[in-house]
């Protein structure tokens, strides 16, 4: 029996796990990114947690038929380049041919939430699906697209970029220099900025005790309060739920998928956001009475997606 | 030497068409479409086009290799289908089945939209590129997008609407019942409507003076006079490639395609009008120092795209 072994690398944290043919992780670490050291540097720990993970495992390297990487930013997987990540603080990085220094095997790069799509659709909710979206509300917006059972990334990897298609012109500005873009409203950051602006409104809302029992405003602060009954609360909610839903409309009237993940942070606060969702898209779609709109769920694989995902990449 | 039929389905006319493996038209005929007219009837007059210009170019049933049917609308091309079509009164009609009982040859049906994309891609302004879109600026905006070389329709034929993407939430209402869809800002349609606007508001503007020559407040109003400097026709031209531009950078953060395509009315204002709407894109687009952005061209095809794209489909 052969193992993938999928790395999944973010700006705080290099996750990395050994995977089999079922999406089953058999065995997995982490390190800090360290993101300010070099390229070569990071690539050395990725290397260094897959011989950890094969040790953990009590496999051999005989036993790791491909290694596969996800990574945020721009990723040309074609050539295993990361043409550009900000978290990383790479810039068209060859990440293929610097890991095979250290150990001469197939490697793939990918785009984290390209990687994540990919995962879903093999072994987690969307499995089985040839036509799927997966987005993903956390620090931004990430968004992968499987067309046909592959993934989808635009020329040389630079598309896929759902998370700045812009939903209002001039409105609110982006990370990316925009404004209006689909993340300045949809992220778990423009949630927090979106219920600060309702609290500084509302001295008397529920919000405000919610906050301090966490200590601080969190992309779950509203939600928990609206679940109360908090009228400034219900108010950031729904709004959340149009900003959220108007980006998926885009996405549906262009792919019209067989269906749609829903992931990241925001995503954990349960089926009933997501049906929110789902009702909205189901109203506003075009065609919404002739054509068939396709369901919306959220992801399964947790914060697994990642390791699973990248190993997807070896499939 | 074998020759295709592109048959071009509007709700005023049918063009049919015979096109040989160059793209070139051999021989072409309309007749009036009198949409009010039962599936059947419509279907019939294709068939009887096809007779006459077979007739035309002195050829035979036995030089014909396929048959290609370009409609607007939602168009199941798997199946044939074509599921709704608001100008040809369509709902659920399948054309390959009604078509082949008058003639028993290969035939292929396409959204129009998508028809010109793949016609431009083979024989027009974007021949050989695997991946183009192609947008329509006329009464509404159509989009057509080529997926390595193929047409790429969604599920069922049912996406690729990229006219009803929300590029302002909230905004101009569309045909389709929606707020701020693209084609509220940037169809033929919506810039009469910035244009007369604009006029109200400036009555010393020259566009005055140009509609009165012309007959009408057209498409063409504002740009005629932005040429001239008339500085509220120069805001509503400015603006108006600001619309098309940001529809089409949706488009390009999500495909990343290897060429644009404008074609529709608009389109015919000049390479001028091109270069400006190619100018922002740049600007504006996600990555723009890093990523290449496609160049954006204008259709070749003119009038004849909806003829050679549907004969394409057979090719």
Redesign the interface.
Known sequence: MKYYIGIDVGGMSIKAGIVDGMGNIIAKETAPTEAERSSQEVIKTMYDLCETVIHKANLTKADIASVGIGSPG?VNSQKGII??SANLHF?NVNVLKEFRTHWDIPVFVGNDANCAALGETLFGSGKGKK?AILITLGTGVGTG?I?DGKI?E???G?????G??????G?EKCS?G?R?CWEAYASATALIRQTKKAMEKYPDSLMHQVAKEHGKVSGRTAFTAHLEGDKPAISVVTKYV??VA?GL??????????IIIVGGGISHEGDYFIKKIEKYVRK?A??RN???V?PIIRASLGNDAGIVGAAALGL
Chains 1, 2 share one sequence.
């Open positions: 721009t043409s550009f810039k036509n697209f067309i989808y635009g020329r040389n630079e598309g896929a970029e759902g700045h298609i812009c939903i209002r012109m409105g990316c925009e209006g149009k900003y108007t409309l885009v996405l549906v009237n262009i792919f019209r998928p067989d506003h075009f065609g002739l054509n068939r396709p």
